[in-house]
């Protein structure tokens, strides 16, 4: 069985750091694109950042290019999305998704991670 | 970017009506188009992928139908647990853009 299990909520102030994570089970890692999602609060998904885990390819949306930073670790099959440096703006639910083979759907999705950016 | 863009935002409807979600693209994206359902504090859960192909698990009484910019998502009979949000999004460019959604009310 697929699965994808995020990290905990987080309380941020900003300018701090952040690295959340999302660990893969149930199928071959490397094989599948796996990407990040942010959802903030009452609005729709947004497309943020893609990683391609057999050679660490990534692409990312152009409004959030140089905002996060999106990596993985195979030997633990895990994605992670990192901020150097958090705003309020960042305030969100961020969901970790497996990119399918059928035209690219996100076929699997983690539980969400909410990221709580306040002073 | 390209612009997806929902109708309606919100509806509401009866047990057993039939829903039309409409979905059209900026510009076209052949049957790179995804439809997902979301339920309250939960992640989006994929229905359709390649503008037409259901999901294994997903109930008949759905449908998706198009392909270049417009695009239909059909549901038969709606369900109780059929009330909910639905987004398209496209997957033939980056970035892979979502739809406003629509939200299934009871009527």
């Known amino acids: 069985e697929v699965q994808l299990v995020q990290s905990g909520a987080e309380v941020k102030k900003p300018g701090e750091s952040l690295k959340i994570s999302c660990k893969a089970s149930?199928?071959?890692?490397?094989?599948?694109?796996i990407g990040w999602v942010r959802q903030m609060p009452g609005k729709g998904p947004e497309w943020m950042t893609i990683i391609y885990p057999a050679d660490s390819d990534t692409r990312y949306s152009p409004s959030l290019q140089g905002q996060v930073t999106i990596s993985v670790d195979k030997s633990i099959s895990t994605a992670y999305l990192q901020w150097s440096s958090l705003r309020a703006s960042d305030t969100a639910m961020y969901y970790c998704a497996r990119q399918g083979a059928q035209k690219q759907a996100f076929d699997y999705w983690g539980q969400g991670t909410l990221v709580t950016v306040s002073s | 970017d390209i612009q997806m863009t929902q109708s309606p935002s919100s509806l509401s409807a009866s047990v057993g009506d039939r829903v039309i979600i409409t979905c059209r693209a900026s510009q076209s994206v052949s049957t790179y188009l995804s439809w997902y359902q979301q339920k309250r504090g939960k992640a989006p859960d994929l229905l359709i992928s390649g503008a037409s192909s259901l999901q294994i698990g997903v109930p008949s009484r759905f449908s998706g139908s198009g392909s270049g910019t417009d695009f239909t998502l059909t549901i038969s009979n709606l369900q109780p647990e059929d009330f909910a949000i639905y987004y398209c999004q496209q997957t033939y460019s980056l970035p892979r853009t979502f739809g406003q959604g629509t939200k299934v009310e009871t009527k």
């Open positions: 149930g199928y071959s890692f490397i094989d599948y694109w």
